[in-house]
């Protein structure tokens, strides 16, 4: 039995064509230290945060010509059987499922509206050895323009309980929220959410494919915005309060997407979900 329950987010990796740069990158922006790279897993590399197991990067595989992207993967109890649940629900199995030594077994899947995800049944690998704090994991959302797609597919997959966000009628002010087609996924009940789902509008450029955006943990967030400029990175939203903290979408020098999050600087009533 996993550790991490079914369905929820337990690791997170990228590839980096220069990986000594995006180490240094995130070293700066998020703190992050680096272990030794395993040359017998294609050079994969894990990320501390306080001694603590928090991500990973790699080189992409030879003649692979992969765009830098993150990678977040799901718990699973059973690689196979999931990707079994990803096919029958209309995903693509990108890599089917794979033993990573003693470590455990992944897979890599694309839901049906295009974003790309992971799965992973822990060996010896649970996971996250840290999250929720400043240097690690926080939250993911999937974007998505065809949340009709990606609503079905997740919840078949998963064993996920749903709640869509209530944007209000009160006509008076949260214009964010007015119109947001926002929902949240839970395991265990209500009170354990585990992954967002946001409709992207018109805001985000046709050629932006859907997404997993993931949200890492940061002291202060305008700093790290502030530190991710200055080494080439870009800022593409934000930054920005909300009551769940204040955060920012940015893009590392390589391109890949990523978020950060100050979850003690909150503003706002906490929106209201059913």
């Not at 003693?102 to 049944?121: D, H, L, N, R, Y």
């Not at 991710?228 to 800022?235: D, H, P, V």
Request: proline residues 8%; hydrophobic residues 40%.
């Amino acid at each position: 039995m996993a550790e991490f329950p079914e369905g929820t987010p337990c690791w997170v990796d990228a590839m980096f064509t220069d990986v000594e740069a995006a180490k240094e990158f995130y070293a700066d922006v998020l703190g992050w230290t680096f272990g030794e790279a395993s040359s017998e897993y294609g050079n994969y590399t894990q990320a501390y945060s306080d001694g603590k197991a928090v991500a990973a990067v790699v080189p992409p595989m030879p003649g692979a010509d992969a765009p830098s992207q993150w990678c977040l993967y799901f718990a699973s109890d059973d690689a196979t059987a999931t990707a079994e649940k990803i096919k029958a629900a209309g995903g693509t199995l990108m890599m089917e499922p794979m033993r990573v030594g003693t470590f455990g077994t992944m897979a890599i899947a694309k839901e049906p509206s295009g974003a790309v995800f992971g799965v992973w049944q822990p060996g010896e690998h649970k996971g996250f050895e840290k999250l929720g704090e400043a240097g690690s994991y926080a939250w993911a959302e999937v974007y998505t323009r065809e949340p009709g797609k990606a609503d079905p597919f997740l919840e078949r997959v998963f064993p996920y309980e749903s709640r869509q966000m209530d944007t209000g009628g009160s006509g008076s002010g949260d214009q964010a929220a007015a119109g947001m087609d926002f929902k949240v996924f839970s395991v265990g009940g209500a009170d354990h959410p585990v992954l967002g789902r946001m409709k992207m509008g018109e805001e985000f450029p046709p050629q932006v494919p859907s997404y997993v955006q993931v949200y890492f943990g940061v002291p202060n967030c305008d700093l790290a915005v502030e530190k991710t400029k200055a080494r080439g990175g870009q800022l593409y939203f934000g930054p920005m309060d909300s009551p769940f903290g204040r955060f920012a979408a940015l893009g590392d020098p390589q391109g890949a997407a990523f978020a950060v999050i100050d979850m003690d600087t909150r503003v706002g009533e906490m929106p209201k979900f059913s």
